[in-house]
């Protein structure tokens, strides 16, 4: 069923006739919950016939509204309270009670307290005297639990704190309203902090209520259902779309979310892109999310880990300032990866003694010059680090930013937001002087880091887009048409009322069951259009109650009734039709771990990091992501047949996209993990001991197995040695670990060996590549054997093949064709033998052989447990394996590769997310 949308005028709207009715009168002013809601209003009354001027100094927010009638204090020369005293406050509050503890509760004795700590203190700062004299009133002091002790004494050390510095605050001050002035307030329950000024407000006799937002008579309201949150999205952009097509403008329309977190700003601007509806994100931001707060956050990382790998990755690829050294930076990086410095710091000073240990043994081109910037970057780390005042902090980081970060490139708004955070900082600073005995601590760099988290700046916004509100934001606007998305219970809940107190204090504050009502109601002052997704960006849930006590229908829409301007997947299909590659230049790391979407420690704990089509601008960087991977498709020969091995034959039977993305574009994790290493150490000491043998005697023989128990060792040694010299020294403490367990393995393998040239199969050949290029399908089938064995049997030559595992090996019925689907499930030994036998071998035994478990998976052979006897017995899995290549290679020649379907075993722990359309890495579901 497809749901009628209609752009009803703002002016026939109930609210907007309301305050038609008293603009006339000089002494009303508008009181709404935020300045967004108030501006608005007074842009849409403003088109009504009787009103003759704009008049927006009328249409005040709650805080403007506030600010005009309260009391002014009596004594001039004290200052009103502000963020930077509270702040400075908390953090002397929490020095004080590290030496003297007076808090129970709220701040363990036993535990330092988080490093954010003082951001929340600060932010209960002004409500500590309402919540005490709340609690004298309410509670005995005899019943005083030891939360409810510890705000009275936070409460009494505020007090003082304001008294010693004369200071006050204004929440403290009563209210004094201008004569002949009234005031109109609307939605007043959904207003920040109301229950303090309620009682108040009812007593004066300027001010008017209008709780119960005005509704238009008779009119049925309806709730928009949809599976997922995706579809729902996108059938709202979809509409949006259409509308503008009709003649409407951005300004008609608003979107109201939960919240406005990184990964639901990601999510929407991937839609707004497909749809060409640009949006304007209307909720204030934290300083530390501006570009330098981030860049200190991840300095700070940085610093705490010792400059271990992630924290160098962070720092290095990150996009919103240019490295004076960008070259230096990613040599650094890319060195750092090729030994293994640990993405880990695994405790103090462990890191630097690493980087000074891989920088001694490595052998790497402009190792001095590296080694000069690690050593120039630590010291400048150090120094922001060690300041011990806010002024030595200042320094330091201007001479972090003089010289690292190059000033000509920093785009005006990232310079403008740089210099208020300096300014913060000198604010900061000034204060600190300016107050009587505060103890602030003993790391300037994280209180200001965490000071920063309580700064707000205003981000850019336009009028040619559409506006996206948080809900707190997005309260009785005058927008014509208002998608309100994820109505969920758990959705409208987090819209608190009261400030972050625990619940036993909140069960103090003043009741308002309606509370959740008033929020939505006030989003239906026009048109609003309410939309619920069974399955939410935070799982499945249930449409808030409101709708069922209000009757109204819920009615559920059907992807088919959605708009789409254009397919993202015909776009990329015929660009690799016309433009099909053997293989794209190789990314640079940087690259590969932004397209692979890892992000930085500026990213949420508990919730994923956005697709990397989240808004960036770096022109000098490429950036694939979900909606520009055609654009992607930069082809080094045209038309040339492309290559395919077992194992990435079977990635594209997974899924077709992550074949493209880890063998054509080439995004694959590189880094060294220990099973790889482990693996080819075992890999390695094979090939060595057999060898070595061999020279020693034609045959070896079981009862000789145990003379090479030296052998053995030494060469696990040397190979450990080796594997540390090429990974790094990071590497050396888990492979030493494992060698014990190793030198085990390797012995008992040399009774399988000893078997095996005991029945007259030679020492053969060790990782022997074969290809075959099938020129009808214009493919290339490639692979490396682990192993072959020889001997002649009559006339011919016959070959066994041996794939080493380090661990698990295939099921036997994975080695067998599934008669459903008509695959195999393990490519390995099959694609082996297809090879073998196309350059004229005779494969009369194949194997896998764990090398951990010493366990064997025949699959052709005389043993009982093997799939088939002889080549012939297995030919439905080869030519099984044939039929893969050929859909394969129609597949890929016409484009479909670039077709992706969700919900697949394989997508389960897929890396790609970041970058597929159908799974974006901010859809948790």
Known sequence: MNKVIQCRPVLDAPLAKTIAQYIGDRRYCFVF?????????????????????????????????????????????????DPYTRYLWACSVLKENAENPFLRVLVKPSLAPPARYPAWLASIASHLDFIAGLVRREIPSESHNAEISDFIALAEKY???????????????????????????????????????????????????????????????????????????????????????????????????????????????????????????????????????????????????????????????????????????????????????????????????????????????????????????????????????????????????????????????????????????????????????????????????????????????????????????????????????????????????????????????????????????????????YCF?????????????????????????????????????????????????????????????SALGIFDSRQVATSLPPPLFAQRKAESRLFITADNVSDCIAPALHGSSIKISPGALGDYAACPFRWFLAHVVGLQNRIPSEPLMIGSILHDSIRTIVLKISEEQPVLRKETVQRYADLISSTVQQSIDYQTRKSGHGTRPSLEANMKKMKSRLTTYLDLEAELQEAGWTVGEFEKSFEKHFEKLNLIFNGRTDRLMFRREGSDSACILIDYKKKNIPLKKNLMLDEKTGQLAELQIPGYILLLTEAGFSVVSAFYYSLENAKKQAVLGSESKAVAADVPGYCKEIEALRGMLEKASKEIWSGKIMDTSPFTLACSNCEYRPICRANYASERH
């Open 533 to 593: 997704a069974d399955v939410s960006l935070a799982g499945f849930c249930v449409p808030h109650p409101w709708f069922s006590a209000e009757h109204m229908q819920t009615i559920f829409i059907d992807e088919e009734d959605m708009l789409s301007e254009h397919s993202l997947h015909a776009c990329e299909k015929q660009a690799w039709i016309e433009n099909t590659p053997e293989r794209l230049h190789p990314l640079t790391i940087d690259q590969q771990c």
């Open 33 to 81: 919950p935020s300045q967004i809601a108030a501006d608005s209003w007074a842009q849409a009354v403003f088109k009504h016939p009787d009103v003759e001027a704009l008049e927006p100094g009328r249409f005040l927010s709650w805080d403007r509204f506030l600010a005009l009638v309260r009391e002014r204090p009596r004594d001039d020369a004290a200052r009103p309270a």
């Open 159 to 529: 007090r003082n704190f304001l008294a010693r510095n004369n200071l006050f605050e204004e929440t403290s001050l009563s209210l004094q309203f201008p004569e002949q002035k009234k005031f109109m307030l609307f939605g007043a329950a959904a207003y920040t902090e109301f229950f303090r000024y309620r009682e108040a407000l009812e007593k004066s006799g300027c001010t008017e209520f209008f709780d119960e937002i005005p509704i238009e008579p008779n009119r049925e309201q309806k709730l928009c259902r949809f599976e997922n949150f995706r579809t729902e999205v996108r059938w709202v952009f979809a509409n949006i779309r259409k509308m503008l097509n009709s003649g409407k403008s951005p300004s008609d329309f608003a979107i109201s979310v939960p919240s406005l977190k990184p990964d639901m700003k990601a999510y929407l601007a991937a839609f707004s892109r497909e749809y060409n509806v640009e949006l304007s994100f209307r909720a204030g931001e934290k300083l530390s999310s501006s570009p330098f707060g981030i860049l200190l956050s991840l300095i700070s990382a940085a610093i705490d880990d010792d400059l271990s790998l992630e924290s160098l990755e962070a720092l290095a690829r990150q996009t919103f300032f240019a490295w004076k050294q960008a070259e230096l930076f990613k040599k650094l990086m890319d060195f750092a990866r090729l030994f293994s410095i640990p993405r880990k710091s695994a405790g103090k000073k462990y890191m630097s003694r690493i980087w000074s240990m891989t920088f001694s043994d490595a052998r790497f081109e402009e190792k001095e010059a590296l080694f000069n910037f690690y050593l120039l970057l630590q010291k400048k780390l150090s120094a922001v680090a060690a300041a011990s005042s806010f002024q030595s902090l200042r320094e330091a980081l201007f001479d972090f930013r003089l010289t690292f970060i190059d000033d000509s490139a920093i785009p005006e708004p990232s310079e403008n937001l740089l210099a208020r955070i300096f300014e913060e900082l000198v604010s900061l600073e000034r204060t600190a002087q300016s107050l009587k005995d505060t103890n602030l601590g003993e790391n300037p760099f994280q209180l200001f880091r965490a000071f920063l988290d309580t700064v707000q700046y205003a981000p850019h916004s336009s009028d040619s887009a559409v506006s996206v509100y948080p809900y707190h934001s997005g309260l009785l606007n005058a927008a014509q048409v208002h998608f309100v998305l994820e109505t969920s219970q758990d959705a409208v809940d987090a819209a608190q009322k009261y400030p972050s107190f625990p619940e036993q204090l909140k069960k103090l504050l003043p009741d308002d069951a309606s509370y959740e009502s008033h929020i939505l109601r006030s989003f239906d002052c026009v048109n609003a259009i």
